[in-house]
């Protein structure tokens, strides 16, 4: 089995809940969408062995991998997830939400693009939810996501301070408009890394 790979790197979870843990980043080339506000780079650097990516990762004192994109249930399978489960790996996944997840994953990030309540039917339950919002961005009834442990509202950083600040003071205003959300920031953006 083989996975089309952008990049492998090792670093620290930048958002969510499960901010600041050490984490094994694995995205996987191509996306279904083109949203607007993305700014990453998923196009295919080489195509990998499960056996040459496990060879890769297990030079890390880490046993967490998220699986990340582009949109990662595009190549990720149970059998996959499985594979790397037996070998002691913990595994999360980002998904944009239009796919089933498979089974064996240890931590779910659901983060809808677009009209989100297509997540829900395909996956009733997460751990979390992650909207990407910038200002003017409606706030989603909760009822229409999935389930989950925690719901965040992260406003989209750019490369213009007056924009992502614009976005950063919506999202804290939206927060305290409807309090079930909570904040995310990037912090590897703020911190300056990958
Ligand atoms: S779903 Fe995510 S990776 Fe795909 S285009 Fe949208 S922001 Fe980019």
Redesign the pocket.
């Known amino acids: 089995m083989s996975l089309r790979v952008k990049e492998i790197f090792y670093s620290l979870q930048g958002e969510g809940g499960r901010q600041g843990e050490a984490s094994i980043f694995i995205r996987l080339a191509d ?5 607007d ?4 780079d ?1 196009t295919v650097k080489e195509t990998m062995l499960l056996e040459q990516i496990l060879e890769q990762i297990s030079q890390y004192p880490c046993l967490w991998i998220v699986w ?4 990662p249930m595009l190549q990720l399978t149970d059998e996959i997830v499985l594979f790397f489960k037996e070998k002691g790996f913990l595994q999360a996944i ?1 998904s ?1 939400g239009h796919y089933w997840l498979p089974e064996n994953l240890d931590y779910k990030v659901i ?1 809808p ?1 677009g009209k989100s309540d297509y997540a829900k039917k395909i996956n009733p339950q997460a751990d979390e939810i992650r909207l ?1 919002i910038q200002k003017g961005d409606i706030i989603p009834n909760q009822k229409s996501l999935p389930e989950a442990r925690f719901y965040f509202l992260s406003p989209v950083f750019t490369d213009d301070k007056t924009t992502t600040k614009a976005n950063i003071d919506y999202c804290v205003e939206q927060i305290k408009q409807h309090p079930e959300w909570c904040l995310s920031l990037q912090i590897h953006k703020l911190i300056g890394i990958e």
Do not use: A, H, V
Not at 31 to 35: D, G, I, K, M, V
Not at 37 to 40: E, I, K, N, Q, Y
């Open positions: 996306c279904n969408l083109r949203c506000f993305c700014d990453t998923f990340t994109g582009g949109e980002e944009n983060s693009k990407p």
